[in-house]
């Protein structure tokens, strides 16, 4: 099945957004892979994660 981009809208605080940003750059694939049923959930929940990171980069939240 062909998978389409899912444009998604957050509004949350500057707070909130700067505390997410450090959460999604901490989590890494031991973390999906306890939470997910399988190895392709948890690359479906580590490409979830890997979108977040960006789009939160792009509103100013990359913590370094």
Partial sequence: AMQTDLPLHLITTPAAAE???QLVKRIGWSDARSLAVNDDE???MMG???ALQR???EAGYAPR
């Fill in 48 to 50: 979830g994660i890997a």
């Fill in 55 to 57: 789009a939160l980069a």
């Fill in 42 to 44: 948890a690359y479906a």
């Fill in 19 to 21: 505390a997410l940003a």
